[in-house]
């Protein structure tokens, strides 16, 4: 079993910046790929960042990339994801997931890849 949970959201103006933590627990973290989600009111859980376990590779939704970096401290046991040039439009609940099973972008970024997830924090962008 792997415990995370996700902390640093808030309420941040339209073009600030949130930096969003996911602490583990319980396993090895080096060993996960770590993926970051997000889910808006009345919408599906989507892909927005994940890593590799040892952070070489990364991957971002297009909708986010080069704006929000996702990063990991495996001897501090958390994954990042730094939000910058935030929109309305990024307002969600967003949610860490971890997974050892698969790699490559194909699994990666697929919600259903990930066997353990957070309780998730939410993130409101105002205009």
């Known amino acids: 079993q792997v415990q995370l949970v996700e902390s640093g959201g808030g309420l941040v103006q339209d073009g600030g910046s949130l930096r969003l933590s996911c602490a583990a627990s319980?396993?090895?973290?080096?060993?996960?790929?770590m993926g970051w989600f997000r889910q808006a009111p009345g919408k599906e859980r989507d892909f927005v960042a994940a890593?590799?376990?040892?952070?070489?590779?990364?991957h971002y939704a297009d909708s986010v990339k080069g704006r929000f970096t996702i990063s990991r401290d495996n001897a501090k046991n958390t994954a990042y994801l730094q939000m910058n040039s935030l929109k309305p439009e990024d307002t969600a609940v967003y949610y860490c997931?971890?997974?050892?099973?698969?790699?490559?972008?194909?699994?990666?970024?697929?919600?259903?890849?990930?066997?353990?997830w957070g309780q998730g924090t939410q993130v409101t962008v105002s205009s």
């Open positions: 997931a971890a997974d050892d099973r698969w790699s490559g972008r194909y699994y990666l970024t697929n919600r259903g890849s990930y066997a353990y």
């Open positions: 319980g396993r090895t973290f080096s060993n996960y790929n």
């Open positions: 890593i590799s376990p040892r952070g070489g590779t990364t």
